[in-house]
């Protein structure tokens, strides 16, 4: 066993009902004079409420999914024409990204607060997207100094978005089994990832209001971002970020491919099958998550979310030099164009 085990640097607190006060904690620990809030207009009211207490010089509510770098260049622009000197932002995926596209060229400080379960707040990977063409890197000035968790932000996320937003977390926590950098702690964090979200995500869907399914969900989301900026990419997010690029939404697309990697990583990786089929409580990794993808109605295909079949040779060519040379399986062309062609009918990944 040898392995070399990084752990990032970064606050993180659970303060349920309580954001408005741990944010003000926060900025103050960074001496944040001139913060600059980042929230999505359905978002408005919601970062108002929590950002009150801060000494707010600009609000920016230009979000897009995949932060289009015309979009990132704007509120870059912004951010040093209000001469802010830290970021908080209240949103999704999207939101913290944008956040993190003007860290990494203007190295303010970031505090998130998540209002999905998308987990770009815990890690150091940034994204932007050009025409059809996604790219990502990982720079340490883009992590969040501090995140702030707070179950009750996530009630107004629809079920629907709910779930597919934690499947994305949850394909966080299989792709740490086999990534690039995949170790014991890696792993340790992610299998405790999926049982929180095995138990939490359907607990949502029972009682949408409630706290404690969101709370576990919040939980499993952390722990699945921390395995994944360890581990680092692994085939099933080398596959989304390209069909990102070609304008599907992030957390579904996650959802729909998540179990056919699996059904292809799973053969030729039994100890990672193995603990994620215990994470489950299944007799193997697929009959598990399937089973909860069931019990959640998760999102199927590819074709449901605006998926044309006709770029598929293309999304293969953009995908093959990406893939991780120690992905498990072996892929090929022709297993890219299967698994694509399989992920856009939704049929059955065995």
């Given at each position: ?96 990204g ?11 400080p ?108 919040l ?11 360890s ?77 044309d ?15 991780p ?16 062609h ?9």
């Amino acid at each position: 066993m040898r392995f070399t085990h990084e752990t990032l640097a970064q606050r993180v607190r659970f303060a349920p009902g309580d954001a408005a006060g741990a944010l003000a904690d926060e900025a103050a620990r960074l001496g944040a004079s001139r913060v600059m809030v980042i929230a999505a207009p359905a978002e408005a009211g919601l970062a108002g409420r929590i950002t009150g207490g801060l000494p707010v010089v600009l609000v920016h509510d230009e979000v897009a999914m995949h932060v289009p770098v015309p979009i990132a260049e704007r509120a870059r622009a912004a951010a040093t024409g209000a001469a802010a000197d830290a970021i908080v932002c209240v949103g999704g995926g999207s939101t913290t990204g944008l956040a993190k596209a003007i860290a990494l060229t203007l190295g303010l400080p970031i505090i998130a607060v998540p209002t999905t379960y998308a987990g770009s707040e815990a890690t150091d990977v940034w994204g932007l997207t050009e025409g059809a063409r996604k790219t990502t890197g990982v720079a340490a000035r883009v992590l969040p100094r501090a995140v702030v968790y707070d179950a009750t932000l996530t009630r107004s996320l629809p079920v629907g978005l709910s779930v597919a937003s934690g499947l994305n977390a949850l394909a966080h926590c299989v792709d740490a089994m086999w990534a690039p950098r995949a170790d014991p702690v890696n792993a340790a964090l992610a299998a405790e990832g999926i049982r929180a979200l095995a138990a939490g995500l359907p607990a949502i869907v029972d009682e949408p209001a409630g706290l404690p399914g969101r709370e576990q969900a919040l939980v499993g989301a952390y722990l699945s971002a921390v395995a994944f900026a360890s581990a680092g990419s692994g085939l099933h997010h080398k596959i989304c970020h390209v069909l990102g690029g070609l304008g599907l939404p992030h957390a579904a697309t996650h959802a729909v491919v998540l179990p056919y990697v699996l059904a292809l990583n799973a053969p030729a990786a039994p100890a990672a099958a193995g603990r994620i089929a215990r994470a489950f409580g299944s007799p193997t990794a697929l009959d598990g998550l399937q089973a909860l993808r069931r019990r959640l109605d998760a999102p199927r295909a590819l074709r449901d979310h605006g998926f044309d079949d006709s770029l598929i040779p293309e999304a293969v060519e953009a995908i093959l030099p990406v893939v991780p040379a120690n992905n498990p399986a072996a892929v090929t062309a022709a297993v890219l164009d299967r698994l694509l062609h399989d992920a856009w009918e939704g049929t059955d990944p065995r």
